[in-house]
C-alpha cells in the first residue's frame, strides 16, 4: 500500500462544523460494480456532498449482473469527474482520485465519510476500520456476513461516535414507513403472521466440475478475496454474483431478506432485538460440488416472544411483505402498498399515532427512484446534526441477525433457540459456532 501525503487534498467539513465555508462533506466510494451505478449518482445529485476519490480492486472490464456492464474504478472516476466538469466548469474541477486499496481512502485526512458498496465479506472489516479511521459510513445491506461481525461494527461504530447508515433504503420509502406505522398504531389488530418474500437465485451455477479461469488484467483478486479462504478464480465467483457463495454471502435470504425482514422488524418495533426462535420449513440447497452453495429456495419461521411468526419463503419473484393482524393485513412489495380493508391506505395518522422517522419530510410520492437518494439525503443530514438516521448501525445488525439465524437454521434442518438480550444461541454449540467466521490473515477484526 502506497503512503498517503499528509498535506489534505481538501479541507475537510468536520474541521468547519455546520458553519463550513462550503458546508461539503467529502466521500470516498469504494466498491465501483453493480451497486454502484445506483448508489454513487445518489450521492453526486447532492450539493453538500463531494465525492473526491473513488475506489475498486478492479481497474476495469465487462461482465458484472450483465455482459456489456463495463465497471471498475477507472469507468467510476471518469463519471465522477463528467459530472463535476459539467456542473461547475472543467477549469475549476480538482478532479476525483482512483485507489485500488482501500486503505488509503481511509488514510486520508480530508475526507469525512465513506460509502461501502462491496461484497458482503467486506462489510465488517472496512466498517470497523472506517469507524477507527473517525470516518462516517454509508453501508450497503445485509450490514455483516456473520452475527459476531455485525455485533464488532455496533462496538465500533458507538465507541467512536460515528454516524452509519445501512443501505436498507426502502426505510425511506413513504409507503413502506405507512404500512409500518397502521401495524405500530393497531390499525390491522393484534399482528398474527407476517409473510416475506425473497427471490430466487438469478444466475447460473457453473456446476459440478467447474474449471478456473483467467483472472482479468487489472483485477487485484488476493485483494477482492481479502479476509475469504484462498481459492482458484473464476468469473462467476465475483462481481454480481458473489451473493451465491457463502463465503462471501448469505444468498438471495441476506439480499433481499434485507429488506423485507427489515421491514418486520420496523412494524414490530423489534429494531433492537429479533425472535427467540427460528426453524427450517423445507429449504432447498444446490447439489455438492458447484460453485454457488446458497439457498436456491428460501424457507424458515422465526417466531417473536409475543407470539407472532415471521415465514420467510420463496414463492414468488421479487420481494413482498404482508402483515397479517386479527382486524386486516397490510402488504408492500414492488406494486406498492395495499391493505384490507382498503380505507387504511388512507386513513389519516391521529395526533397520538407513533409516527416513524422520515427520511425525506417533503417526500409524499412513493416512487422507487426517490428511495436511494432520500436515504443518502438522510446519511448527509445525520452526518451534519450528528443524529442518527433511519436505519443506523444496531438497525442493519438485527436485521441482518434475523437472516443469519434463518440460514443457519436452513443448513443444520434444526429448530434454533435464540436469545435476543443477549445475542446467542441457546443450547447448541454447532449452530452456536456458526455465528461467526474465520478470518484469512493477515486480516482480523
Not at 470516498?28 to 476519490?53: E, K, M, W
Request: charged letters at 25%; a neutral charge.
Amino acid at each position: 500500500m502506497t503512503a498517503v501525503a499528509a498535506a489534505p487534498r481538501f479541507l475537510p467539513s468536520t474541521l468547519f462544523g455546520a458553519s463550513a465555508p462550503s458546508n461539503r462533506i467529502t466521500l470516498g466510494f469504494i466498491g465501483c460494480g453493480n451497486q454502484s451505478t445506483i448508489d454513487l449518482p445518489a450521492f453526486l445529485g447532492h450539493d453538500d456532498c463531494q465525492v473526491v476519490a473513488v475506489c475498486d480492486v478492479n481497474t476495469a472490464c465487462h461482465g458484472y449482473r450483465h455482459p456489456d456492464q463495463y465497471l471498475g474504478r477507472k469507468p467510476a472516476r471518469e463519471k465522477v469527474n463528467a459530472f463535476y466538469a459539467g456542473r461547475a466548469g472543467a477549469a475549476g474541477h480538482r478532479g476525483c482520485d482512483a485507489y485500488n486499496d482501500f486503505r488509503e481512502i481511509l488514510a486520508r485526512a480530508d475526507i469525512d465519510a465513506v460509502a461501502l458498496v462491496v461484497p458482503d465479506h467486506w462489510h465488517g472489516l472496512m466498517t470497523v476500520m472506517a469507524a477507527r479511521a473517525g470516518k462516517d459510513i454509508y453501508c450497503e445491506k445485509p450490514l455483516s456476513l456473520t452475527v459476531a461481525e455485525g455485533q464488532a461494527m455496533v462496538k465500533a461504530v458507538r465507541q467512536h461516535q460515528r454516524i452509519l447508515q445501512t443501505g436498507s433504503h426502502y426505510r425511506s420509502s413513504p409507503e413502506a414507513r405507512r404500512a409500518a406505522e397502521l401495524v405500530r398504531n393497531g390499525r390491522i389488530g393484534e399482528v398474527r403472521r407476517i409473510l416475506t418474500q425473497v427471490a430466487e437465485i438469478n444466475a447460473v451455477d457453473p456446476g459440478p466440475g467447474w474449471e478456473p479461469t483467467p483472472i482479468p488484467e487489472g483485477f487485484d483478486y488476493d485483494l477482492w478475496l481479502g479476509p475469504a479462504p484462498k481459492v482458484p478464480y473464476h468469473k462467476d465467483r465475483c462481481f454480481y454474483r458473489f451473493r451465491f457463495n457463502l463465503d462471501y454471502s448469505g444468498g438471495q435470504v441476506t439480499n433481499f431478506g434485507a429488506h423485507t425482514n427489515d421491514l418486520a422488524q420496523w412494524a414490530l418495533g423489534m429494531d433492537e432485538s429479533g425472535p427467540v426462535e427460528v426453524e427450517d420449513l423445507g429449504s432447498e440447497w444446490p447439489a455438492p460440488g458447484g460453485l454457488y452453495n446458497t439457498a436456491t429456495k428460501t424457507a424458515f419461521r422465526a417466531r417473536y416472544a409475543q407470539g407472532v411468526e415471521l415465514l420467510c419463503r420463496t414463492d414468488q419473484p421479487g420481494f413482498s411483505i404482508r402483515i397479517e393482524g386479527s382486524e386486516g393485513w397490510v402488504e408492500y412489495g414492488y406494486q406498492g402498498l395495499k391493505t384490507d380493508p382498503e380505507s387504511l391506505k388512507a386513513l389519516t395518522p391521529g395526533p397520538n399515532d407513533i409516527r416513524l422517522p422520515q427520511s425525506n419530510p417533503d417526500r409524499i410520492e412513493e416512487a422507487s427512484r426517490y428511495h436511494i437518494p432520500d436515504h443518502v439525503r438522510n446519511f448527509l443530514e445525520a452526518i451534519k446534526t450528528r443524529r442518527d438516521p433511519v436505519a443506523p448501525v444496531e438497525v442493519g445488525h438485527r436485521t441482518a441477525t434475523v437472516c443469519h439465524l434463518g440460514n443457519i437454521a436452513m443448513r443444520l434442518k434444526r429448530k434454533l433457540n435464540w436469545d435476543p438480550v443477549q445475542e446467542r444461541l441457546v443450547g447448541d454449540d454447532e449452530a452456536s459456532r456458526m455465528l461467526t467466521r474465520p478470518m484469512r490473515a493477515p486480516w482480523s477484526l
